[in-house]
């Protein structure tokens, strides 16, 4: 009976974490070469009735600099904040839907959200927190949660010299050809030896 009892807490506490973002945040990354790099953004309303007309995206002071919007929806006022490790404080994009009208109902999404960064870590970038909030509620807390990441160009292969592709081409058909002139002695010595025998 215990048992039960824990498996009912367990799946209530995981509904209420499972429901406590009312969006999902997709951040497309795309490297700029160095240490330079591009977020897109998009946001969607996956999972309230009420439409989402704020959220703003948290860039830590340890990890970015340099913060540069890039592109925002002409229906969206969105502001860049620079990070400040003197203070510290994290940076953040801010974006306010100018019309409450055109707020992301229930499903709806809106992508055109670009920052460029400086990133200071290893690697390449990843999740950043946000949050949602009601800019006619007194700028109320609606969801927080992660953002997703989506990497654009992870990287390039690259290509072999043109060069070096055509002296391989040589080297191999050099090869087949001493390999079938290696078996085809190799026959007639045995055939020799067959017919001596």
Do not use: H
């Not at 801010?94 to 019309?99: F, G, P, Q, R, V």
């Not at 006619?136 to 654009?152: C, E, I, K, M």
Request: with cysteine; net charge negative.
């Amino acid at each position: 009976m215990r048992w039960l009892k824990s498996l009912c807490v367990a799946f209530f506490a995981l509904v209420s974490v499972a429901s406590a973002s009312a969006a999902a945040i997709q951040a497309s990354y795309t490297s700029l070469g160095g240490n330079a790099w591009s977020a897109a953004f998009t946001v969607t309303n996956n999972g309230d009735a009420a439409p989402i007309s704020e959220f703003t995206v948290f860039f830590s002071e340890a990890l970015f600099s340099n913060l540069s919007l890039g592109g925002s929806p002409s229906t969206w006022d969105s502001i860049i904040i620079q990070p400040d490790t003197g203070i510290p404080a994290a940076g953040y994009l801010d974006a306010l839907e100018l019309d409450s009208n055109d707020a992301l109902g229930l499903g709806a999404s809106q992508g055109g959200f670009v920052v460029s960064f400086d990133f200071l870590g290893q690697g390449a970038p990843g999740v950043l927190p946000f949050d949602i909030v009601d800019p006619n509620n007194n700028f109320a807390l609606v969801s927080s949660g992660r953002t997703t990441s989506v990497f654009t160009n992870p990287g390039t292969v690259p290509e072999p010299n043109g060069l070096a592709l055509a002296l391989l081409a040589i080297f191999a058909a050099g090869a087949k050809r001493g390999a079938l002139r290696f078996q085809w002695i190799r026959c007639n010595v045995l055939a020799k030896q067959t017919r001596g025998a």
